[in-house]
């Protein structure tokens, strides 16, 4: 195959190739073994009269995450039509009151076929598991979700309560459970369940029983513009106090982008010297947050995703919500999230760094086994782009193809 490939999803030993281009891509001829890569060579001498930019653009397939399987599609019948985060958390506790098995099997289904055939190669899911019926059957069925599809799509579950929920005997319970389940531990700091006082005492107590089980963390923390980055400031403090040997992820990290641009970096100097990950979540944020009545938005709080990826903070960037209360749009499309957050957030996909939050960074950050980069031997997986440059991609939505295992996916039914 000729293929446009990001030179930065292209192992740095590869050094036969020649440079990228303006848009960090270089033209290669990709050589497959089966269900893996074998060679990749300069496609020079096989396009001599040919222009390159007649060759599609493709990358490895990009991860999702942060993910709300267990609620999704459910806004049709649970609307958030003020678009608040008060009205969705409202309307979430209605949905959560009557959700059944047979929802959440339908739901996750949908969406985990939307996101294969969109290109997706992993989704980390929070569940709502504050306890109740609701929370046994989200996890019973997004558990035989992940042993289901773990050949297609790796599928990861977090524990999503509110915060002080770590304090109960009820909390070292669902902790027990999680681990029995190969699950994260998660929870909610700042909106919309505020931050009280008891916030640092109810972290100590996630990360005692994180560390004790073995399970990683990843927090809503932040997702507002009040008291700009407190929650972030506090799991930095608990860290440096403690220095657990769990990964730990900062989900949201919205209000964080308020601070003094001064104050903005040394935070994010101190999260990376203590090992935290960020995910950012434009696009329910700038839906949520910033809202006047009838006035258009002025501040638009979200996580400042190159002010931590200067500091040395890995950071990723998800869909967040699809279709349900926090968020009334999305299809589990990540070349639909990167062209709005080319705007949104200024990540340009031609650097290094506007990229990696949709690829690589996102499969360090979640520990899966590959990489997302191209060298001999790894997977044959790539989305190949009907679109010869960046601008392309950029200026309209491309047509895809989809390969997984060097074998073409059909496209999504209709």
């Known amino acids: ?56 653009v493709a990358i490895t397939p990009p991860v999702e995450p942060h993910a709300h399987l267990d609620k999704t599609f459910s806004h049709p019948a649970f609307a958030n039509v003020d678009g608040t985060i008060a009205s969705a958390l409202a309307a979430n506790q209605r949905e959560f009151g009557q959700r059944s098995a047979d929802q959440v099997q339908q739901r996750s289904e949908r969406a985990l076929r939307q996101a294969w055939h969109h290109g997706l190669r992993a989704i980390r899911s929070h569940i709502d598991s504050g306890g109740g019926p609701a929370s046994e059957v989200s996890w019973d069925v997004l558990q035989a979700q992940r042993h289901r599809w773990r050949e297609r799509i790796a599928l990861q579950l977090v524990a999503m309560v509110p915060i002080d929920h770590w304090l109960t005997p009820a909390g070292e319970s669902l902790a027990r459970q999680v681990a029995a389940a190969g699950g994260l531990l998660g929870g909610v700091i700042g909106p919309p369940f505020g931050y009280g006082g ?10 005692d029983l994180a560390t004790r089980h073995g399970l990683g963390v990843d927090l809503h923390v932040d997702e507002g513009e009040d008291a700009p980055g407190l929650g972030v400031t506090r799991i930095t403090q608990v860290a440096e106090d403690l220095r657990p040997e769990v990964p730990i992820t900062c989900s949201h990290a919205s209000s964080m982008a308020l601070l003094p641009p001064e104050r903005c970096q040394r935070l994010a100097d101190r999260m990376a010297a203590a090992g935290l990950t960020v995910v950012a979540l434009p696009r329910t944020n700038l839906w949520l947050l910033g809202r006047r009545s009838g006035q258009t938005p002025w501040r638009r709080a979200q996580a400042p995703v190159r002010t931590l990826q200067r500091a040395g903070v890995e950071v990723a960037v998800g869909g967040d919500n699809v279709q349900d209360p926090w968020f009334p749009g999305g299809d589990y499309d990540p070349i639909d999230l990167l062209r709005l957050c080319f705007t949104t957030s200024h990540l340009d996909p031609w650097t290094r760094q506007g990229l990696a939050p949709f690829t690589t960074a996102g499969a360090r950050l979640m520990g899966l086994a590959w990489d997302g980069v191209l060298r001999p031997g790894c997977p044959a997986d790539l989305l190949v782009l009907e679109a010869d440059s960046w601008n392309a991609v950029l200026a309209r939505p491309p047509a895809r193809r989809v390969m997984r295992g060097g074998i073409w996916l059909e496209p999504l039914p209709s």
């Open 198 to 207: 008891s916030a640092s005492l109810a972290l100590r107590q996630l990360l």
């Open 1 to 56: 195959m000729h293929l446009r490939l990001p030179r930065c999803l292209i192992d740095a030993g590869q050094v036969t190739l020649p440079a990228a281009d303006a848009e960090g891509l270089v033209t290669v001829r990709l050589h497959l073994d089966g269900a893996v890569v074998a060679a990749i060579e300069p496609a020079t001498d096989v396009l001599t009269g040919v222009d390159s930019r007649a060759v599609p």
